[in-house]
């Protein structure tokens, strides 16, 4: 039997998709988040951006950002709002909007994109673990994880990741619980 040979990025390419089934499976099976802290999620978001704009062709605009304290992981966390804004920016044709807000006893980060949207028959279906949706949305990179990821991780700490309607492109929000005292 030949041996496989693969290029370096294919190589990287499956060690992540590993590692992110792992991380998958140890959600699975622990639920919720081991240790939690108190974190400005205000701070975590635009570390995250600041990460990610010379890797996007994207204007990632965070003028809607404001101070917002949860109690979470701080790894979970950063890797599902580094999934939200990693997939916001893959789909926006030139723009994504990010905004963290408190609304009551919850928090708030909404990512909009102007891109093609998400057509109504798969607005469930793309937080699917491998769903890649349909060629409009799709631009033949991701593993179809990171939505699956941030939702498991929000859930994992009281929160839900949904899409929201009513708006062109996409609006995901991540809601957490407010961290108080």
Partial sequence: MPIERLDTGERISRAVIFESLVFLAGQDEAGTSPTRERIDLDDLVLEEV???????RASLVTSGVSAA????????????VRNLIDNA??????????????HVDEVRLD?????????V??????????YRGDAARSRGTGSGLGLAIARSVARGHGGDVELVDGTAGAHFRLRLPQAHG
């Fill in 121 to 130: 028959a798969e607005r469930e279906r793309i937080f699917d673990r491998f």
């Fill in 111 to 119: 990512l909009v994109d102007d891109g093609p949207g998400v057509p």
């Fill in 50 to 56: 600041t990460r990610s704009r010379p890797n996007t």
């Fill in 89 to 102: 920016a893959r789909h926006a044709a030139t723009a994504v909007r990010i905004s963290v807000s408190v």
């Fill in 69 to 80: 304290p949860v109690q979470a992981n701080p790894a979970e966390l950063r890797r599902a």
